[in-house]
């Protein structure tokens, strides 16, 4: 296992192990545990009760965080015709249509997430589908990221909205803001994306869905947290 250094380690004791703590007590702590140079991120990390095997027991959904994610995420948005103006109009940092498709296949990819209208989709899905997919850039109806509102989805992905599925492993992982945010900014976000996993749970998964969550910033060490404080 990798050796951690001594920030790291004396970050670590001001941990309690054995507690688990509420989510207003870990979004104060977190801020205290994120030490590094820049503003780091704020996780969250669930594991789940499914077996991620199984199609039908897979988690996939979207939150509008109340307060963003601190960051400004770049979008482009991909469609033809009137829907080209209504991307501009709502914010999309990148608008087009096959001329756009054919500046990604030669290597653009500086975006952070990618809407697109339905009539679009077929040129989407067969040209960049092995390129945006295994990024998780892909845009898709489940997700929130196809549809004619696309002035809507881009203000809404601006705001703060966010993505969420499970790895292979059956785990979630989540930003839910910065530390420079006030605790009960932290707070109020970590609530809203544990309400969203909560209402994804799939009828086929049985017993307790949320078995553990984490709160984390960029370089600090794990807290456990109870979902329900």
Not at 160 to 184: L, Q, Y
Request: proline share 6%; no cysteine.
């Amino acid at each position: 296992m990798p050796k951690h250094g001594k920030r790291y380690r004396a970050l670590l004791e001001k941990v309690d192990p054995s507690k688990v703590y509420t989510i207003d007590e870990a979004a104060r702590l977190v801020k205290e545990l994120a030490t590094a140079k820049f503003d780091e991120t704020v996780e969250v990390h669930a594991k789940l009760g499914i077996d991620p095997r199984k199609s039908d027991q897979n988690v996939r959904g979207t939150v509008s965080l109340p307060h963003g994610l601190g960051r400004q995420v770049r979008v482009l948005a991909i469609a033809k015709g009137e829907k080209i103006k209504e991307a501009e109009e709502a914010g999309a940092d990148y608008v087009g249509g096959e001329e756009i498709i054919q500046k990604i296949l030669d290597g653009w990819m500086d975006f952070d997430a990618v809407v697109a209208t339905p009539d679009v989709m077929g040129a989407v899905g067969s040209k960049l589908g092995r390129i945006l997919g295994p990024r998780g850039l892909l845009p898709n109806p489940k997700a929130g990221t196809v549809g004619f509102n696309i002035g809507e989805i881009i203000k809404e992905i601006k705001a703060g909205r966010i993505e969420f599925r499970n790895d292979k492993t059956g785990a979630i992982h989540a930003p839910v803001g910065k530390v420079s945010f006030p605790p009960e900014k932290i707070a109020e976000n970590i609530r809203a994306f544990i309400r969203a996993l909560e209402a994804s749970k799939p009828e086929a998964a049985k017993g307790t869905f949320l078995r553990s969550v984490y709160v984390t910033s960029t370089m600090g060490p794990s807290i456990r947290i109870n979902p329900h404080s």
